[in-house]
């Protein structure tokens, strides 16, 4: 296929149901060169890639999930790494020519996770904030009202952290595994997030994170050991 665009490096794929895939937040070398603010997607047609919607601010690396209603929600990300200065908006994208903001959050982050429940209510969790600092706040960003409140903190701070999420007899999981806990060391600590009753009926200011034990690399899996039981 066609060569890539210049602007190229520390892409974020962005997919929205029935397109596809696009990719955003590129910039074209190292730290505070150029970053474009439009998305870029393959055209298979005429074996280019374009430029489609533009984004209302220019960030590296913002998070990007697919919604369950087929949307797309693109939050945060780096507005300058010298010094360091994060983004705090949140943009909806609806198809690659329908962006709009739809809030921000409580603070600016990058290399953050995302998850959205069963109920809607996207869970904001960890990343690197201004200062080149890694928290262990998380945020509920709730894509109706377009709002943004302060969920549970970590027991450790964590960027770069990775989401599952588990189902068990209709109860609902976030398990968040390891992470950068500091510009110089990972973490091992595994927490759960429950939502113990079905159909999102829990509210969210009940639902806690709680460390659970550690996760350990061994023979190509992750094991989970020194457990406690949620």
């Known amino acids: 296929i066609a060569d890539f665009p210049s602007v190229a490096n520390s892409l974020v794929p962005i997919r929205v149901r029935g397109l596809e895939p696009a990719f955003i937040g590129g910039r074209t070398a190292g730290p505070n060169t150029s970053i474009t603010s439009a998305a870029v997607v393959y055209d298979r047609a005429s074996d280019r890639w374009l430029e489609v919607c533009e984004f209302s601010e220019r960030a ?3 998070t990007a999930i697919s919604l369950m209603d087929g949307r797309a929600l693109v939050v945060g990300g780096v507005e300058s790494e010298r010094p360091f200065k994060t983004q705090s908006g949140i943009d909806m994208v609806k198809d690659l020519y329908d962006v709009a903001r739809l809030g921000e959050l409580q603070m600016g982050r990058v290399w953050h996770g995302a998850y959205q429940w069963s ?43 990775e ?16 992470g950068l806990s500091s510009t110089t060391s990972g973490t091992p600590l595994v927490e759960i997030m429950g939502n113990p009753c079905s159909k999102g009926t829990e509210p969210i200011s009940n639902r806690l994170l709680r460390a659970t034990g550690n ?11 020194s457990a406690s039981p949620f």
């Open 60 to 62: 590296v690396r913002p």
């Open 119 to 161: 109920d809607g209510n996207v869970l904001i969790v960890g990343g690197f904030v201004d200062g080149e600092q890694i928290t262990e706040t998380t945020e509920w960003y709730h894509p109706v009202r377009g709002t943004s409140q302060a969920g549970p903190s970590m027991s450790v701070p964590r960027s770069y952290v």
């Open 163 to 178: 989401l599952v999420s588990l189902v068990d007899e209709g109860a609902e999981y976030l398990v968040v595994i390891s």
């Open 215 to 225: 996760a350990i690399p061994r023979d190509n899996t992750v094991e989970l050991t």
